[in-house]
């Protein structure tokens, strides 16, 4: 059973900087790539970002790209999110997935098989 631990997120200025990491106890050996969405109050929750976990290919949403920067560490099971230039409708709860089996859907949440708990991000204005 893979466990998925957030960690990095807080308060920060209008304009500031982030880093999300996102630990996996364990790759399985179906697991393909990761991904960050983003939850906000009363909404769906929000494609951020995906990284193969072979290649390194990553995708971004457009309305990140420039800002935020997926990436990931092979040797520690971790994938990181440095988000700059947070503007306060950045903020939200920020999840890991991990997902398996095929490159399909990797922008939408239900092509993820698992799921951390969500890490809280808040830009001040």
């Known amino acids: 059973h893979v466990q998925l631990v957030e960690s990095g997120g807080g308060l920060v200025q209008d304009g500031g900087s982030l880093r999300l990491s996102c630990a996996a106890s364990?790759?399985?050996?179906?697991?393909?790539?990761m991904g960050w969405f983003l939850q906000a109050p009363g909404k769906e929750r929000e494609f951020v970002a995906a990284?193969?976990?072979?290649?390194?290919?990553?995708y971004h949403a457009d309305s990140v790209k420039g800002r935020f920067t997926i990436s990931r560490d092979n040797t520690k099971n971790t994938v990181y999110l440095v988000m700059n230039s947070l503007k306060p409708e950045d903020k939200a709860v920020y999840y890991c997935a991990e997902k398996t089996a095929s490159f399909a859907r990797i922008t939408t949440a239900r092509g993820y098989d698992y799921w951390g708990q969500g890490t809280q991000v808040t830009v001040s204005s």
């Open positions: 364990a790759r399985t050996f179906s697991a393909i790539a």
């Open positions: 990284i193969s976990w072979s290649t390194g290919s990553t």
